[in-house]
């Protein structure tokens, strides 16, 4: 299935549909979700600008981080509830060290998953509207 592009100075060119599988699996391994040959980390807690490998701009307008963010702040929400379930009916601990490890997490969780937010959040904008090419 092909999907219409309109480009700036209202050319029309036409481009492949992209692959959910193959974007999703590039977000996990933290690579381009467009070409999935480069590292979208430049180095840690700093996203590359855009793709060394195929000019794809990574780093969009101001407040495209906004959405990152979003996709951190709700992943660490199940993950904190999906811990809470774990630790209370499963393991049947504590209710004050519950509280103790549920706080751990909710401070640690979202550092250690700022790329993959960043990765996910890439992926998806790449699915739903195409990310733009590097205008340098
Ligand atoms: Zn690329």
């Not at 929400?77 to 504590?94: H, P, S």
Request: glycine letters at 6%; charged letters at 15%; one cysteine or more.
């Amino acid at each position: 299935m092909n999907a219409v592009d309109k480009m700036s100075a209202g050319e029309v060119v036409k481009r492949e549909r992209p692959s959910i599988i193959n974007t999703l699996l590039r977000c996990l391994r933290l690579r381009c979700p467009v070409c999935g040959e480069a590292s979208i980390v430049q180095r840690p807690f700093k996203i590359k600008h855009h793709c060394p490998s195929c000019d794809t701009l990574f780093m969009r307008e101001a407040g495209f981080f906004v959405g990152a963010i979003l996709v951190n702040v709700i992943t660490t929400d199940f993950v904190i509830l999906a811990l809470y379930i774990l630790c209370l009916a499963v393991l049947g601990l504590d209710y004050q060290l519950i509280i103790k490890i549920l706080f751990g997490a909710a401070l640690l969780f979202p550092v250690a998953f700022y790329h993959y937010s960043w990765s996910i959040w890439l992926g998806f904008d790449h699915l739903v509207e195409g990310l733009p090419k590097s205008p340098t």
